[in-house]
């Protein structure tokens, strides 16, 4: 790249020329015009993406792109309903796009990732109503990820599930007939007995929750944390 150098330029800039002086016009050479063309279309290039006529926005696109503030195939959290302005991004909703319009975001994500689609397409992430887990990778931590629909693997998912575990019965102590300790499912808020959680004894019947307030526990279709909703989004460009 160079600044302007030809007839009529002055300090290395454009004048309109002034014939009173007289200062002729810039001329603008086909040297420079080469020079700005090639700098302008390789950086474009560099981004990944191929120069199209009349794209005006491809060199904002590749500056973005260029200067690390995101990549192709990025996903993010998105605190609205509407996409933002750019129309660089597409909610994760799982839709099915033909390869030959986004041959940059099918070669970041892949092909049958995110679910199977017909010949010629791929689809996005489907993330509605889900929440993300890292992917286990081998380390153990989900237990069941062989299991995930998919294998242990990017884009696999899990359905919802409770834990196996064990429910605390209360054992009585007090019969009248000084018979051997039973199991007693009516000690659970009895005054009488004399472990609360036989199991674990973590809580004593003084103590532990009345029934009123266990027939007040939330409930609902799913066992869940309290959680919030965003939108997440793709980078398609």
Same mark, same amino acid.
């Given at each position: 790249?160079?600044?302007?150098?030809?007839?009529?330029?002055? #300090? &290395?800039?454009?004048?309109?020329?002034?014939?009173?002086?007289?200062?002729?016009?810039?001329? *603008?050479?086909?040297?420079?015009? +080469?020079?700005?063309?090639?700098?302008?279309?390789?950086?474009?290039?560099?981004?990944?993406?191929?120069?199209?006529?009349? @794209?005006?926005?491809?060199?904002?696109?590749?500056?973005?792109?260029?200067?690390?503030?995101?990549?192709?195939?990025?996903?993010?959290?998105?605190?609205?309903?509407?996409?933002?302005?750019?129309?660089?991004?597409?909610?994760?909703?799982?839709?099915?796009?033909?390869?030959?319009?986004?041959?940059?975001?099918?070669?970041?994500?892949?092909? #049958?990732?995110?679910?199977?689609?017909? #010949?010629?397409?791929?689809?996005?992430?489907?993330?509605?109503?889900?929440?993300?887990?890292?992917?286990?990778?081998?380390?153990? *931590?989900?237990?069941?990820?062989?299991?995930? &629909?998919?294998?242990?693997?990017?884009?696999?998912?899990?359905?919802?599930?409770?834990?196996?575990?064990?429910?605390?019965?209360?054992? &009585?102590?007090?019969?009248?007939?000084?018979?051997?300790?039973?199991? @007693?499912?009516?000690?659970? &808020?009895?005054?009488?007995?004399?472990?609360?959680?036989?199991?674990?004894?973590?809580?004593?019947?003084?103590?532990?929750?009345?029934?009123?307030?266990? +027939?007040?526990?939330?409930?609902?279709?799913?066992?869940?944390?309290? +959680?919030?909703?965003?939108?997440?989004?793709?980078?398609?460009?």
């Amino acid at each position: 790249m160079h600044r302007i150098d030809g007839p009529g330029a002055v #300090s &290395n800039l454009f004048t309109e020329g002034d014939p009173s002086v007289p200062q002729m016009a810039t001329v *603008v050479s086909a040297a420079w015009l +080469n020079d700005v063309q090639e700098n302008l279309a390789r950086a474009i290039e560099a981004a990944g993406i191929t120069p199209v006529k009349a @794209d005006y926005d491809q060199l904002r696109r590749a500056i973005t792109l260029l200067s690390g503030s995101g990549e192709i195939g990025e996903v993010k959290l998105w605190p609205s309903e509407i996409l933002p302005t750019s129309g660089d991004w597409m909610e994760c909703d799982g839709s099915a796009l033909p390869i030959v319009d986004y041959p940059a975001l099918y070669a970041a994500i892949g092909g #049958s990732a995110f679910g199977s689609a017909l #010949s010629g397409y791929f689809r996005l992430p489907n993330v509605r109503g889900r929440v993300v887990r890292g992917w286990d990778h081998g380390a153990g *931590v989900d237990p069941d990820a062989a299991l995930r &629909n998919g294998g242990d693997h990017v884009g696999s998912t899990q359905e919802d599930a409770i834990r196996k575990h064990n429910h605390p019965t209360g054992s &009585n102590t007090g019969k009248a007939d000084g018979g051997a300790s039973v199991v @007693d499912p009516g000690t659970w &808020n009895s005054a009488n007995a004399l472990i609360y959680n036989a199991y674990t004894q973590d809580f004593n019947v003084t103590t532990g929750k009345t029934a009123t307030e266990m +027939n007040n526990v939330p409930k609902a279709l799913e066992t869940r944390m309290k +959680n919030i909703a965003f939108m997440f989004i793709i980078r398609w460009r």
